[in-house]
Each structure stands twice: as C-alpha cells, then as structure tokens.
C-alpha cells in the first residue's frame, strides 16, 4: 500500500475502476448484440437465397424444363450430335457415377483380398443353395448371372435352377452348356408356364444346403458375396435372416446406384422394401415359411420378407454389396411405374402381414409413389399434452399458438406453457388472453430461473397426466392439420417410446428428418439443408422409418416410457443433446423410437434461442461422446458406408 494513499482513497479509486470496466462490458455487450443482429440478418438473407434457388430447381423439375429437354434432345440427335435412345445425364448424375467408382476403389477392393484369404480357415462353411427362376432370359444376362455364381470366391454352394417352361430354346441351350460338368448346378425343366414363385418354389425343393439364397435370372452375385455370408454366420451363428447392401447394373455391366441400408428397420420395411437383395434364409427358418405365395407375383419377394421377419430368431445385415441388380428396359429396377401390377401384389402383402399383426394397421399410399404408409387405429379419448417452454418472446409464442389451435385436426390435446422468461410478464399475459377463449390451455410459471431445458420439460411433464407427451419448441408453427393424429397413432403403439417429426426451415429447405448418430464424431440432423418438396436418398426423408433419436423441437412419447427412462437428464445435458440421450435410453429400455414424415412443421430454428444457447457447452459435448460412445461409432440405422462429415447420406471418403 502507498502510504500517501488513505484507504477511503483506494476505495474510491477502486469504485471508479470497476464502474469503468461495467461501462466496457455494457459497451461489449451491445457490440455483441449488433453482431448478432447482424448474424441473424445475414442468416434470413441465405435464407431467402435458398428459398430461391429452391424454387428455381422446382421449374426445372417441372414439366416445362422436361418438354424443354425433350425437345433439345431430339435436335441433338437429329444433328447426330446424340446417339438416340440415350439419356442426358446431368452433372450431378456423372458426379455421382464418379463417386461410386471411387468409392468401389478405396474401399471394396482392397478388402477382396482379406476375405478371399481368410474364408476358408473360418469354422463354420455352410453349404448355400441359391435359388434361381429362369423364363425367357437373354442368354448374355442368363450367362452372367450363372457365371457370377460358378466364379465365388466360396465354393461351398449349389445353383438349384427351374426353367419355367421358356419359349425360347436357347434358355435351355445354354442351362444345359452351363451345367454340363458341373455338379453343383442342379436344373428343373417345367412342363408348363407356373410363373416366378412356382418356378422358385421348384427350385427351392431341388436345394440341399444350410442356407438358401435368392438370384434373379439376369441379376449377379458380387464375387465374394457368398464369402461375406460364411463371415456373418461364423460371427453371428444364431443368425436365420440375413440381407446385404445392393447395386444396380446397366446393359453395359456399369455398376451406379448403391443402396447402402440400414440394420434392422421393421418399421421402415413396411413403408418400402429396403431388404429386397440380397436375402439368405436359414434352411429351418425357410421351411416354415413353405415357399413363396404366387398369389403375391410381381411383389412376392415382399412377401417372404415379411413373412420371414415374423419368425426369425436373429436377423443381420451385412453393410456390403453384395448383389447387382440389373436395371433393364421392364426391370422394376429401373423404372417403378414398369410392371405395376407389383405394386397391388405389394399392398396386398403388407395388408395380409398388419392382418396378421393384429394391431388394426391399414396400408395406404405412402407420401410419395411406391411406398406405403400403415395407420394404426387410436382409441377415442386419448389425450395428448403439449408442453412448449417459452423464453419470454410472446410474440413467437402467439405464432406458434395460433397456428396449433387453427390447424390441429386432432381433438383431444390440451396445451402447457411453462415459462421460463426474466422479469416478464408478457407470456403469462399472452396466456391469460388464450385462456378466455381456450379451455385447454394451461399455464406453469417457472420465471427467473437458469435456463434448463432438460429441467423445464421435466417440471411440465411431472404436472400432466396425459398418457402422451409432445415436447415442441417455441418456434415452429404447424403446416397440415394432421400432424398431431400422424404422431399419436405411432406414439400410441406399446413398442414405440418417442416420435419425430419433419420440420422445415421456412424457405422449404428440411432442418430434421430424424438423427444420425456419429455424423461431425456426435449426431446430426439426416438430410438438413436438402429441399423439402423433393425425394431423397431412397426416399427416407418421406417414410416412417426408425431412427436412433429424434429433436425435442417437436418430439412425441409415451409418458411411461418417458418415465421408465429417467426423462431429460438435468445434470449431464441441461442445454444440449437432451433429446438424443432421452431417445438413446429409450431404446436401451426396449422401445423404438420412429420418425414421421406426415408431420409437417415449419421450425424457425435460433428465433427463439440466444447465441449461447445455440453452441453446445464442451461439457455436454465430452458427455455425449463418454456415455454413447458405442451408438455415436455405429448408429445401427444408418450404414457405415455412409459420410460421416455430412448429412446428405452421400457416400464415404477416404480423408
């Protein structure tokens, strides 16, 4: 201490000191608040240029560009500058022919070797049956597909063939050319035309092997596929049901395409069938089933999947491709709206499986063409609360109020404002004025405390009774009237614990469609940034599907499930990733956990959120990754062959 100082001195000085460093920090802060405003006027304006460019790809998706590009290509061929029958690809389609050839080569190809040595010191060397129907195949294709078979890098199988009395007679020539010297190929001849299930069914009753697997006549086996199914079972040996990751191939033999699926879905398989090829079925698994149903020709496939999926013991996908189906000019490969009698054999599958189910489920047409949807009926009288916590900005608050009471279809649904706002009083007196008109409107004052989002729900939740809870933000405002009936006929399934649904930014740009553990080495939004009006990869945006979790921006459960769980844990994640871990320890508990693409709603994303409350603490973040590690490295409903630095489902990358 200076001795000439007094200590009233120092005190003073000291005051004037920390007023001087209040005045900085008041200066700090409104410079920070520009900034944002700045930020969030930047953001409206990338918001509107991609509502833009959303409708600009709209027009060109249209008619007129199609009539357009129709008219190009016929000067361009009477020209001679295009060969006819051709097709224009777009950029895009040459970028993503470009992608997969390099995916084939950084990932599939140096792991044909490790395979091909390994297989024959495995334990278990099943014999494998395949089974193939063959009815007037060109004898290119009919070729190959055989061929494919006979050059297996496992030798332990049998090609059990039925020609379905073909009217061609190279068919025979060259099933008797093929089978000539080789024992392992066994060939029926049909004395008359029984179509694609007899003509399996035949072939079926030729098979001697532990496993039966299915090949179409002018489809092909990859060269170790059958290595890879001899892997699985030796990992797995409890498995009866086992199905691949498939291509397709053009006339030239151009492998594009690939479907890279999930593990088990059952909820996605019956809103399309994503199991499809390759399928192998355990010998005693098949013998149950008693072959395939002619009555179901053209989807009869479905059929067996769905039938086999009620009765297997173990299923396991195999994340590889495995099988190349052809694309040819009546596949259903190439074109849906060929051989749509497959469709109507495809309903009828799925309605006799929901028959068989017995939970009252009726097919539909899906959201969008060739694939379904199933409702499960709702018993009268179930009630559904709402829980919005809400920050203080009423005028959001209004938006979104306004739009629920004007647009939900559902009756039975009562709305729970829990308020979390600092020295306000406006949403409480928003809230007083709904409730003079609104009987169900209820109102729990949780002002001036921390901001916790996992203890603000929790509190909402303790106070209803309901048997389902929505939890929804703030800042979404509902687009179709039967948003809330979607949810509740999942959530109200014993099996299933929490629903999401399909919000959009406001410019029609997707901003959830379900997340996916281990995208950015924690979880993200699938197809976020990806225009809303149009289908994607293999249309699983526009399906119920299963999901490891989904956002609490507007996310249905069941209230005993909730409870089972533990609810949002107010600890470990008071700001972020609250609704991922709920959605995990749902599914530890047993319960699936599904999204919806027929809810429908706008989600103005950080309106309602400070810039603090937008970035995740790095406490939640080492959280995350310490309790979930095992989930965030393999999300089981989205396949490993998949980006993880992205969410457009595009293709994995060597870094």
Not at 100 to 129: A, C, D, G, H, T
Not at 229 to 239: D, F, L, T
Request: glycine share 6%.
């Amino acid at each position: 201490m200076n001795q000439t100082e007094s200590p009233d001195a120092l005190l003073i000085a000291a005051r004037e000191e920390i007023d001087q460093l209040r005045q900085e920090l008041r200066a700090s802060e409104k410079h920070i608040a520009r900034l944002y405003e700045m930020f969030e006027e930047q953001q409206r304006q990338i918001n509107y240029l991609q509502g833009v460019l959303v409708r600009v790809e709209r027009i060109f998706r249209g008619r007129v560009w199609r009539g357009v590009r129709t008219v190009f290509g016929v000067v361009l061929t009477r020209l001679g500058i295009r060969k006819s029958n051709s097709v224009l690809q777009t950029s895009t389609d040459n970028g993503s022919l470009a992608r997969y050839q390099r995916w084939i080569q950084e990932f599939e190809e140096p792991e044909r070797q490790v395979i091909q040595s390994k297989v024959s010191l495995l334990p278990l060397q099943p014999k494998i049956s395949i089974l193939m129907p063959v009815y007037n195949t060109k004898q290119e294709e009919l070729e190959a597909a055989i061929e494919s078979v006979v050059k297996q890098s496992y030798a332990n199988w049998e090609l059990c063939i039925c020609d379905d009395c073909s009217s061609d007679q190279q068919v025979r020539a060259v099933l008797e050319r093929l089978a000539e010297g080789e024992t392992r190929i066994k060939v029926h001849y049909a004395a008359e035309r029984g179509g694609i299930s007899r003509a399996t069914n035949a072939a079926w009753r030729l098979a001697s092997g532990d496993f039966l697997a299915l090949l179409d006549h002018d489809d092909k086996l990859a060269p170790d596929a059958l290595a890879y199914i001899c892997e699985a079972v030796n990992q797995n040996p409890e498995s009866d049901f086992l199905y691949s990751d498939e291509d397709k191939i053009d006339a030239h033999g151009k492998r594009y395409d690939p479907f890279f699926k999930p593990d088990w879905s059952p909820d996605l398989l019956l809103a399309e069938n994503y199991v499809c090829h390759m399928l192998v079925l355990r010998k005693d698994l098949a013998g149950k089933l008693g072959g395939l149903n002619p009555a179901f020709d053209g989807s009869q496939d479905y059929d067996l999947i769905l039938r086999a999926a009620e009765q297997a013991g173990k299923i396991q996908h195999i994340p590889r491709v495995l099988y190349h189906w052809r694309a040819g000019a009546t596949s259903t490969a190439s074109r849906t709206q060929n051989k749509r009698y497959a469709a109507d054999a495809a309903r009828r599958a799925l309605q006799e499986y929901c028959d068989r189910s017995r939970q009252g489920g009726t097919v539909e047409q899906g959201a969008v063409p060739g694939r379904w949807r199933v409702r499960y009926p709702v018993q009268a009288g179930t009630q559904v609360s709402i829980i919005i916590p809400s920050g203080g900005k009423a005028e959001i608050l209004r938006t979104n109020l306004d739009s629920i009471f004007a647009k939900t279809a559902y009756p039975d649904y009562e709305v729970v404002i829990i308020d979390n706002s600092t020295k306000s009083d406006a949403v409480a007196e928003l809230v007083n004025q709904y409730q003079a008109k609104r009987g169900n409107l209820r109102y729990i004052d949780w002002r001036n405390k921390t901001f916790n989002f996992s203890a603000i729900n929790n509190e909402a939740a303790r106070q209803c009774d309901s048997p389902l809870l929505l939890f929804l933000n703030d800042d979404t405002s509902v687009i179709e009237a039967d948003w809330l009936d979607a949810m509740v006929e999942l959530a109200n399934r014993p099996e299933v614990g929490a629903v999401g649904a399909k919000l959009l930014y406001p410019n029609g740009l997707i901003q959830h469609a379900g997340v996916v553990m281990g995208l950015y080495e924690n979880c993200g939004h699938a197809f976020k940034g990806l225009n809303g009006a149009v289908r994607h990869y293999f249309d699983l945006s526009d399906v119920v599907r299963n999901v490891s979790a989904v956002t609490a921006a507007c996310m249905m459960v069941k209230a005993s499930a909730f409870r089972q769980a533990g609810g949002f844990d107010e600890t470990q994640f008071p700001v972020a990733f609250n609704d991922v871990d709920l959605c995990l320890k749902m599914g530890r508990c047993g319960y699936r956990v599904l999204y919806t693409p027929h809810a429908v709603l706008y989600h103005h994303e950080s309106i309602s959120k400070t810039l603090k409350h937008m970035i995740p603490h790095a406490e939640e973040v080492a959280a995350m990754k310490a309790k979930w590690d095992a989930v965030i490295g393999h999300d089981p409903y989205y396949n490993p062959n998949l980006t993880r630095a992205s969410e457009d489902y595009s293709l994995r990358a060597r870094s």
